[in-house]
């Protein structure tokens, strides 16, 4: 379910049945290094985006956690925190981060449900390509969501 009043909706109805949250982490950065901090976000919505179509009834693809690369991590990890308690008091089970951004794995242990993946610059590759890269990664990461639901 996304973003939308009508997946909300589906949401408050079937609440009892949904209990994943899928969060993309993106940076936001407006220097030289602006293309590969785009290339990061980009990686992370389409990955999210396909998690949402496949496990759709299941999971809610929340709205982007944005900040500046410039932010200090303690303060975006003080964010991050009043965002994850806000979505487990509302009914998350689960609430993954998934994100491309390294700065990340430094609070891994403290994110419970960190999901790391190194940024690939899709633009380069054609369709067919793209489509398969995608494909496998995210049943990757499906893998280790079901596997979460499990135990």
Known sequence: ???????IER??????????IIVP????????GMLATVREGEYVQ??????????????????AFTYFKEE????????????????????GKF???VTSDVDWKA??????HLIWLPAVPLEH??????NDFVAETVGSVMKTITGQWIS
């Not at 982490?25 to 030289?32: A, Q």
């Open 125 to 130: 590759m054609d369709e067919r390509h793209r």
């Open 25 to 32: 982490l993106i940076p936001l950065n407006w220097d030289e």
């Open 72 to 91: 200090a991590l303690e303060e975006r990890m003080k964010r991050l925190e009043t965002w994850k308690n806000g979505m487990i008091n509302g009914g």
């Open 107 to 112: 609070y891994e242990s403290q994110l419970e």
């Open 95 to 97: 609430v993954y981060f």
């Open 46 to 63: 389409i990955l999210g985006d396909e998690i949402e179509r496949q496990l759709k009834g299941r999971v809610v693809l929340n709205p």
């Open 11 to 20: 949401f408050l109805e079937e609440k009892q049945y949904v209990d994943t």
């Open 1 to 7: 379910m996304k973003w939308r009043a009508k997946d």
